[in-house]
């Protein structure tokens, strides 16, 4: 614990994003923590609800490594927890013996399986799970066979977040120019178009095992008109909801992409128009931009996996699997305080509209 606290002292790296600002406000609701954040961008610093922070110049990987290392000693951090998928997660995950102080992350091959979509997609492709029809985009004939194939397709990039570099088209001309602007060839998978109904499980997991989870739904992206695939990362509406094999899909995700899931691990799906939940994706390292809606409601995850980072023993009876199986709304944008509504306030709204 920190020389002048009884508290947990957790380092969040880039703690003024969204997933990190989730990340604090979860630990905040639990009460017993002392937060330090340390930011490379300004706006993320400004924005950081952190006890203390530090804003960190981005620069090479040992000096960045150096300043970890030297606030995480000045504060007496029990836990280094990276926030966001970035250069600096990748990092902290990769280079893990040079950092002083814990962290809880799963192996450093599983991080790097399960953050390469395209390598997610072959190993639940040949387990026979449920994912869209991809092809890697090496060059042109391999767009011009997803285009034939699907009609509609949708692009992004095999590594990334927030939709990176994704667009929805059935245009060969548009698809073409979209790759080669950005220079992916190779780096690029096109899929079968899907639906926009999409969903999220997020867990804990310690030494491959489930600890507890919860279930999303979400009902609407932020800002989707300005996007051109539809897609900002930015969830606008969401919703608590269980599906045994929506929940049993997910897991076995986990199973068949990492050898030993540890620490934080998510995935997200979109459903076919037929409504088949489809994996898009296995999330490592880190939590999504919405747990503070899950504390909100009574699960709080950041707070669980502190605890089992600090030592705690294992909750009995686990694992804790979905434990809100009712419905809660949760809605929040960009400058708008976050609103949570049960069911019965939602359907009120609803009968209104």
């Known amino acids: 614990m920190s020389p002048t606290s009884e508290k947990m002292t957790v380092l969040v790296v880039t703690s003024g994003d969204g997933t990190g600002l989730n990340f604090v406000r979860s630990l905040k609701r639990a009460g017993g923590y002392r937060l330090v954040g340390l930011d490379t961008s300004i706006e993320d610093y400004v924005s950081s609800e952190a006890d203390e922070r530090f804003f960190v110049a981005a620069g090479p990987e040992d000096q960045f490594l150096d300043r970890v290392n030297t606030i995480?000693?000045?504060?007496?951090?029990?836990?280094?927890?990276?926030?966001?998928?970035?250069?600096?997660?990748?990092?902290?995950?990769?280079?893990?013996?040079?950092?002083?102080?814990?962290?809880?992350?799963?192996?450093?091959?599983?991080?790097?399986?399960?953050?390469?979509?395209?390598?997610?997609?072959?190993?639940?492709?040949?387990?026979?799970?449920?994912?869209?029809d991809s092809v890697l985009v090496r060059d042109g004939a391999d767009l011009d066979r997803a285009l034939r194939r699907h009609g509609a397709i949708w692009l992004r990039r095999t590594r990334g977040s927030g939709g990176a570099g994704s667009l929805a088209t059935d245009a060969p001309a548009l698809a073409h120019a979209w790759v080669e602007s950005a220079g992916g060839w190779g780096q690029f998978m096109a899929a079968e178009?899907?639906?926009?109904?999409?969903?999220?499980?997020?867990?804990?997991?310690?030494?491959?095992?489930?600890?507890?989870?919860?279930?999303?739904?979400?009902?609407?992206?932020?800002?989707?008109?300005?996007?051109?695939?539809?897609?900002?990362?930015?969830?606008?509406?969401?919703?608590?909801?269980?599906?045994?094999?929506?929940?049993?899909?997910?897991?076995?995700?986990?199973?068949?992409?990492?050898?030993?899931?540890?620490?934080?691990?998510?995935?997200?799906?979109?459903?076919?128009?037929?409504?088949?939940?489809?994996?898009?994706?296995?999330?490592?390292?880190?939590?999504?931009?919405?747990?503070?809606?899950?504390?909100?409601?009574?699960?709080?995850?950041?707070?669980?996996?502190?605890?089992?980072?600090?030592?705690?023993?294992?909750?009995?009876?686990?694992?804790?699997?979905?434990?809100?199986?009712?419905?809660?709304y949760w809605f929040k944008a960009v400058d708008k305080l976050p609103v949570l509504m049960t069911q019965q306030e939602w359907e009120a709204i609803d009968r209104l509209v």
């Open 72 to 132: 995480s000693a000045r504060c007496g951090a029990d836990l280094v927890y990276a926030a966001d998928t970035n250069e600096w997660l990748e990092l902290l995950s990769r280079r893990r013996e040079s950092v002083n102080n814990p962290m809880f992350l799963p192996d450093h091959d599983d991080h790097v399986r399960a953050e390469d979509k395209w390598h997610t997609y072959q190993c639940l492709s040949d387990a026979g799970l449920p994912v869209p």
């Open 193 to 328: 178009r899907l639906s926009v109904r999409t969903a999220t499980f997020s867990g804990v997991w310690f030494d491959g095992e489930l600890v507890a989870s919860q279930l999303r739904e979400r009902t609407a992206w932020k800002y989707a008109h300005l996007a051109v695939s539809g897609v900002t990362g930015i969830t606008s509406g969401q919703r608590t909801l269980w599906d045994e094999e929506l929940h049993d899909l997910a897991v076995r995700s986990v199973r068949q992409t990492m050898s030993r899931p540890h620490g934080a691990v998510g995935v997200d799906f979109t459903y076919g128009q037929d409504g088949t939940p489809y994996v898009t994706e296995v999330q490592p390292a880190r939590f999504y931009s919405s747990m503070e809606f899950l504390a909100a409601v009574g699960i709080n995850l950041p707070d669980l996996y502190c605890r089992l980072a600090a030592g705690a023993e294992l909750p009995t009876g686990r694992p804790l699997i979905n434990p809100i199986r009712s419905s809660f």
